[in-house]
């Protein structure tokens, strides 16, 4: 899969997606999120599920082409 495939897959704008390290920041903005989530006591399964997101989102852009 490539970074575009990626983005798509995951609904990322692909002009936030042009190299892996771009990965790290859209990964970044994910934890703020999981931490609002537990802040604000979200589901602990809605938390759980974000987080497997972030984790499944960045296992496909360690294994991409670019």
Do not use: C, W
Not at 17 to 40: C, G, H, R
Not at 56 to 65: A, E, G, L, Q, W
């Amino acid at each position: 899969m490539n970074l575009q495939q990626i983005a798509k897959k995951y609904g990322i704008n692909d002009s936030f997606l042009n190299a892996k390290d771009d990965a790290l920041m859209v990964a970044a903005t994910s934890l703020v999120d999981i931490q609002t989530m537990i802040t604000t006591n979200q589901p602990r399964e809605q938390i759980k599920n974000r987080i497997q997101y972030v984790i499944d989102f960045m296992s496909d852009v360690k294994n991409s082409s670019i």
